[in-house]
């Protein structure tokens, strides 16, 4: 038999990972207007409950590494480098809060939070990051929807 | 090793129901830290070493040359003083003698331009050339226990002393310049330069981490973190992982770059080696 697995298997493997990377990883198309992005990322509308756990999770949202939020209090340890957040949904709309966690550099220039649903500029991204954002869209869509519970100052 | 770190906690609960409180972030600088004043052109006014952002117990720690778990690495950095190694047959302290007078001012000068191979040394560096051109010995791994020994016995002899780093020999000033661009560009999908977290957040909370100056006075370091000391480029390469960026390699140019300019960001600090840090 012909049948080579070792390069087939790799061709295969290879072609998965790619379609995998193209669907999941590569930030969503969207449209700045007016300072926001008006239009939702997902059809899925924003799951606040979700977006809670993502923005405390280190490993995706991790909001409190650099900000405080009252609403997450049974959480230890909020950091001290952004702004609170509460009343975050005061102060800005849901449009420009989609913004701030996509590119928050469109926003603040030269800030030093992430985008988080980018990859515009980046330098020296580690493999295992490369072409992917911090965020997938639905997770952006969960931030934004918990962000906009934060309506108390 | 278990280590008491509960008050630190504590200490941090404290900060963060301050600020869950409703008060502005402030760099929650104590005032009683030991501050130095900053060299010429420096960007800050004054310089702290990373000691005087951890915890007391941390700090007590450090204090206490039996309880500095570092000490072993030392130990072990002045047995392989006195050890014969390579084809010369000779040991460090052939050549070099008593360490504590003989390496009295290294830990404080390094790194040091090396006019013959014409680019900066650091203290690894100088240890593999010594050893293979001196010693006709194999070099070490930049990051083997032997390296980080040796280079924390040759380092530790300096403590107190005040880094005192030579810029004006050779192209010093030309690799200062560039780990200063280095230190200044943001990496990684997180996006972070050095000066995001270590000269415009110092002093404040992120997350469970008091931010220091990022100063590297007390290098080689033992770091709970890694229940071990470990090298300055290893901390570096630990910080490009952290940004999720492709690390530099310890002991490229690159890294050395950064050492020669975090040197210029501490002189005057004093040489606190074996530190002991989160």
Not at chain 1, 70 to 94: C, M, V
Not at chain 2, 136 to 149: F, N, P, T, V
């Amino acid at each position: 038999m012909m049948f080579k697995p070792g390069i087939w298997s790799g061709a295969l493997l290879g072609a998965v990972l790619t379609a995998g990377v193209a669907v999941a990883a590569g930030p969503a198309d969207y449209e700045i207007v007016d300072g926001g992005i008006p239009k939702a990322l997902t059809a899925q509308p924003g799951n606040a409950e979700n977006g809670r756990e993502v923005a405390i999770n280190r490993k995706l949202g991790n909001c409190l590494a650099c900000h405080a939020v009252t609403k997450l209090s049974d959480q230890p340890y909020h950091g001290e480098i952004g702004p609170p957040l509460d009343g975050a949904a005061t102060r800005w709309s849901e449009a420009e809060l989609r913004l701030i966690v996509v590119n928050s550099k469109k926003v603040f220039e030269g800030t030093m939070m992430p985008g988080f649903h980018t990859t515009e500029g980046l330098n020296r991204v580690a493999e295992k990051f490369e072409g992917k954002t911090i965020l997938s869209a639905q997770d952006v869509e969960d931030v934004v929807a918990f962000l906009m519970t934060l309506n108390e100052e | 090793m278990m280590f008491d770190v509960s008050i630190g906690k504590l200490g941090r609960w404290a900060t963060a129901a301050v600020l869950l409180g409703g008060l502005a972030a402030q760099p929650a600088l104590a005032g009683d830290m030991k501050t130095y004043p900053a060299p010429e052109g420096h960007p800050l006014s004054e310089i702290i070493s990373g000691y005087e952002f951890r915890t007391p117990e941390t700090q007590a720690l450090q204090d206490d040359d039996f309880e500095n778990p570092a000490f072993l690495w030392v130990d072990q950095g002045e047995e392989l003083w006195n050890t014969a190694d390579g084809t010369a047959g000779k040991a460090c302290a052939d050549c070099h003698g008593n360490a504590s007078e003989s390496m009295k001012m290294v830990g404080a000068t390094f790194p040091k331009w090396d006019a013959k191979n014409n680019r900066p040394v650091n203290i690894e560096l100088q240890i593999n050339q010594c050893r293979t051109e001196q010693m006709g010995a194999d070099a070490w791994k930049y990051e083997s226990s032997e390296m980080i020994g040796m280079t924390s016995f040759v380092r530790t002899q300096s403590r107190g002393e005040p880094v005192n780093v030579d810029f004006s020999e050779g192209d010093m000033e030309a690799w200062k310049a560039k780990g200063k661009d280095l230190y200044y560009t943001r990496f990684g999908q997180l996006d972070l330069a050095c000066s995001n977290c270590h000269e415009d957040n110092y002093g404040n909370q992120i997350r469970s981490d008091l931010l220091s100056q990022g100063q590297s006075n007390g290098f080689p370091t033992y770091r709970l973190k890694w229940q071990g000391v470990g090298t300055l480029h290893r901390r570096f390469k630990g910080c490009m992982d952290q940004v999720r960026a492709k690390p530099y390699k310890r002991g490229s140019d690159e890294f050395l770059a950064l050492e020669v300019y975090l040197a210029y960001r501490g002189v005057g600090l004093p040489v606190e080696a074996p530190a002991l840090r989160n």
